[in-house]
């Protein structure tokens, strides 16, 4: 697979640097970052030498050095591609239901990560961005909560706090949830640092070397990592434009007898799909009949309207066998890092003995922050201004992805995600991408078995600078011409 090359920018500060030194700073970086990924094609010292005008022996030289460093490899007659290197994080590979034991496969998720820390203040350039633009989110919400505690006593702020987390913030859940007809008394809540805390905590109390732990494919590439660190066994469920294939689910559970199933129900992240009451009926009995635990992950259900036709397991089961996620930084700010776990007595005692260990308690000034902002009646107006918005930049983008070539997955009536085929390789796709200025996220971070795939997921509230037509267009064109 070869490394597309684009305008390339030279590093800053080189002016005391040499030609060669520029050129493996420049890839060193880009490898780093994991825009160049490993079995990647180089440019060809030709192609690199016009682009940056230089001479071919300077190439040379730095891909030879490159070499030297444990960066490239050379293969003969072929060119000098992007190596192995150890610093990877292994991962476990999943197969179809048929496939007798899964393989060791490799995933880096840093990539994205780091991108997105690094672009997150430039959004509208951000299309693979998993949050909301900052210019859409209200500042003042949070600083007027900060500035209400201010004026409180400071000794309220001197204490550990508990394990469960602030107590008041606990009983406003339970109204909230309530109103999703989900019964959880404050005692059945414990408050988390974000929906990746709480999976960290539910993969050390439940999942053991060799469980099977069955996920979306495609589904939230974060968790991957967090229960192949414990030892489980990946196991990819794939979706249709009508949710999970249900069938197909069965068929998977029949063979791995897995542990847990980890699932959104409402705005599933990449696809944006939603299951219906049938759909979550059946899911139930399957759990109870194969006897595995069902995570919930709902940090996308506040960007849902009430009257949107999707079903929450946790409604249904009444935390019996589902542990249902919440989370605010989709809605409030990624950094506020605010969550929660509803579940069974027994599950939140055992999550709280864990967070104890882990890192004792969750820091209570965020959580009378939000306290704060749900009780003082400005949530929810903000998150209906959220919808509003992204209702009016969804056909917006729809029409724009289309007229590029892209074939959509659905174009769903909520949420901020749109699951696009993009018709060629979608890492390459996304190193162009940088290369231009543009953060996109290939599909390949969002499946288990991380193949190269075609499909990518965009941001539509980051799809709005008119470059990024511009740039799809230019880069799917040219592919054609070449494979014509």
Known sequence: MSVPLAQIPTPHDTTAMTLVEQLVQWARRRIEERVFRPGMR?????????????????????YERLVAQGYLESRRGSGFYVRERLSGVALVETRAPSIATP????????????NMLHTGARSERSPGLGYLPMRWLDGDLITNALRTLGRQSGAQMLGIGTPQGFLPLRQQL??????????????????????????????????????????????????????VSQGARLVGMPYTPDGPDLDALEALVETWRPKMLVINSVLQNPTGTSLTAAQ??????????????????????????????????????????????????????????????ACAPDVARA????????????????????????????????????????????????????????????????????????????????????EAGFLLTPGSLFSPQQSPTT???FNIANCGDPELATFLSRYLDGVARRAS
Not at 42 to 62: N, Q, Y
Not at 103 to 114: G, S
Not at 305 to 318: I, K, M, N, V
């Open 42 to 62: 180089m440019p060809s010292i030709r192609k690199l030498a016009l682009d940056k005008g230089v001479s071919r022996f300077t190439v040379v030289e730095a």
């Open 174 to 227: 339970q109204t909230r949830l309530e109103e999703l007809e989900i019964g959880a008394s404050p005692d059945q809540i414990v408050m988390v640092s974000g929906v990746t805390q709480a999976i960290d905590l539910i993969s050390r109390i439940y999942v053991k070397p060799g469980d099977a732990v069955i996920v979306g494919d495609p589904a939230w590439f974060q968790m991957f990592g967090r229960f």
């Open 455 to 457: 499909w990518m997921r």
């Open 103 to 114: 393989e060791p496969a490799a995933l880096d998720v840093v990539w994205l990560l780091r």
């Open 351 to 434: 999550v709280s003995d864990q967070k104890m260990l882990v890192g004792m308690t969750s820091p209570e000034l965020n959580e009378r922050v939000l306290y704060k902002i749900l009780t003082e009646g400005h949530y929810r107006r903000h998150v209906e201004r959220l919808r509003v918005r992204l209702d009016s930049v969804r056909e917006k983008s729809v029409r724009m992805l289309e007229k590029t070539g892209l074939k959509l997955f659905l174009t769903p009536a909520a949420g901020m995600f749109l699951w696009a085929d993009t018709g060629v390789d979608a890492g390459a796709l996304a190193a162009a991408g940088h």
């Open 280 to 341: 979550a009926f059946r899911i139930l009995r399957l759990a109870e009949a194969y006897d595995f635990i069902v995570v919930e992950d709902d940090i996308y259900g506040d960007l849902c309207p009430p009257s949107y036709p999707g079903t929450r397991l946790a409604s249904l089961d009444q935390l019996k066998r589902v542990i249902y996620l919440g989370s605010f930084s989709k809605t409030l700010a990624p950094n506020l890092r605010v969550g929660f776990i």
